[in-house]
């Protein structure tokens, strides 16, 4: 089966950023901070930023007004990569784990 190519998401705030960076580290491409508002940001993920090669550009406030208008950014950004995967490829999935595996779980049109 063809997988579909890969796709970027930019997420916006402290707690998106935060949860992605515990939850999906090696799929965070960059992360965009205001430095002088984040610097706690810095201290508590800096080893994990470099352990997993996440690129990491320090931007004024004009760049997230700039860049991110309208989106309720706090200054702290992040592009995801991701890839679609469609409805046989997650049942070939299933077919192939053991039942013990199993963690299904699909939502659909969800807002923060």
């Known amino acids: 089966m063809k997988e579909s190519a890969s796709k970027s998401l930019t997420i916006y ?3 998106a950023v935060t949860e992605a960076l515990k939850a999906i ?10 430095e002088k508002r984040h610097s706690h940001f810095l201290s508590h ?12 550009q320090k931007r004024p406030s004009l760049f997230f007004e700039q860049k991110f208008a309208g989106e309720n950014h706090q200054e ?6 991701y890839r679609y ?4 490829w997650l049942f070939e999935q299933i ?6 595996d199993w963690n299904i779980l699909i939502l659909d049109h969800l807002q923060d």
Do not use: C, H, M, Y
């Open 45 to 56: 993920f800096g080893e994990l930023l470099v352990k997993e090669k996440i690129q990491l």
């Open 76 to 81: 702290l950004a992040a592009i995801i990569q």
């Open 85 to 88: 995967r469609d409805g046989k």
């Open 95 to 100: 077919e192939s784990a053991s039942q013990s």
């Open 13 to 15: 705030g402290l707690n």
């Open 25 to 34: 580290p090696t799929q965070i491409q960059t992360i965009f901070l205001n």
